[in-house]
């Protein structure tokens, strides 16, 4: 059977610079079916999607469902849900949690904050807390977006809660069905694609040893497309591996040529040049959809600068 995934893969699509872009991620939990909308197609009340998408919009927040691994039966009404806010920037990198009754609090919370780095709103609102946990492995399932995510994003999810990764979620929808099974990796934002899973136990251990993993990485969702394969094209070149001290201060340029300047914590700079090309020949960017030549973050060059010496702020 062709699927969008099975072209990705035998054409060699690259995954860097595909991420979806947020700085900051707030998941809820919604067990039960999800339709191709989830915030508005489950068992979360329709009125109160509608709701969270409008107050995330322009935000930088953005707005996911998330339920347990395993069969998804049409439950009744879910007595009490968590909830975790995760911000990606780096040098401002956090992941806190809280537990609910009552989902409408959620609407209660600054979204402008809590998308700028500021967790006290969800603190205050929801009794929220930093998360003390294992890191979130997010995997895309859903199937009624793209039957890709459901067949191979599933099972991915499935084995690693029986591998006893506790922070194993499913969730709605992180973009570039084409690359399933796709996992997002909080607390840092990486996003991942046609992941294994001894792939993301090694992902996982990264994040707690504090390094990042670039091999199948798609990138940082904090940043925008040009900047997330500025990132991992830096890493490449220098060999860094540690989280949180690179960032991207500066795009100059539009589409289809950016030059990106990426800064070290150490004082270290790159300006990396990086070209929208498209992709050839034409493959289905999602199951069912026509033919397209999707977009890619192609890098052109990576140029350190002369050492200033001083560091920077990330």
């Not at 872009?21 to 339709?35: K, M």
């Not at 499935?158 to 996992?183: C, D, K, N, Y």
């Not at 004082?267 to 959809?289: H, I, K, M, N, Y």
Request: with cysteine; hydrophobic share 40%.
């Amino acid at each position: 059977m062709s699927t969008c995934t099975t072209a990705s893969r035998q054409l060699d699509e690259p995954l860097s610079g595909t991420a979806a872009t947020a700085r900051t991620w707030l998941l809820i939990e919604q067990p039960g079916p999800w339709g191709a909308k989830a915030l508005t197609s489950s068992h979360l009340d329709p009125a109160l999607g509608r709701a969270l998408e409008a107050a995330a919009e322009g935000t930088g927040v953005r707005v996911a469902l998330i339920r347990r691994p395993g069969r998804h039966a049409d439950c009744g009404p879910l007595a009490e849900r968590h909830v975790y806010v995760g911000h990606t920037t780096p040098g401002g990198v956090w992941l806190h949690s809280a537990m609910t009754r009552d989902p409408e609090r959620l609407l209660e919370l600054d979204f402008a904050a809590i998308g700028a780095g500021d967790p006290r709103s969800f603190d205050d609102v929801l009794q929220g807390r930093p998360h003390t946990g294992d890191p979130l492995a997010l995997v895309c399932t859903n199937g009624k977006r793209d039957r890709c995510c459901a067949l191979l994003g599933r099972p991915l999810a499935a084995e690693l809660a029986a591998s006893g990764i506790g922070g194993t979620w499913e969730v709605t929808h992180l973009g570039g069905h084409r690359f399933s099974p796709t996992v997002l990796v909080l607390p840092y934002g990486y996003a991942y694609g046609r992941t294994e899973t001894h792939a993301v136990m090694e992902i996982l251990q990264g994040v707690r040893e504090g390094r990042v993993v670039t091999e199948g990485c798609r990138g940082n969702s904090a940043w925008e497309r040009p900047g997330q394969a500025a990132e991992l094209a830096v890493r490449t070149a220098s060999g860094e591996q540690a989280a949180g001290v690179l960032t991207v201060v500066r795009t100059d340029g539009t589409a289809p040529r950016w030059e990106v300047t990426v800064a070290h914590v150490d004082g270290r700079v790159w300006r990396v040049v990086v070209a929208r090309g498209a992709s050839l020949p034409p493959r289905p960017e999602s199951c069912g959809s026509a033919l397209g030549s999707p977009a890619r973050m192609d890098v052109v060059a990576v140029r350190q600068l002369e050492h200033t010496g001083i560091p920077v702020a990330c």
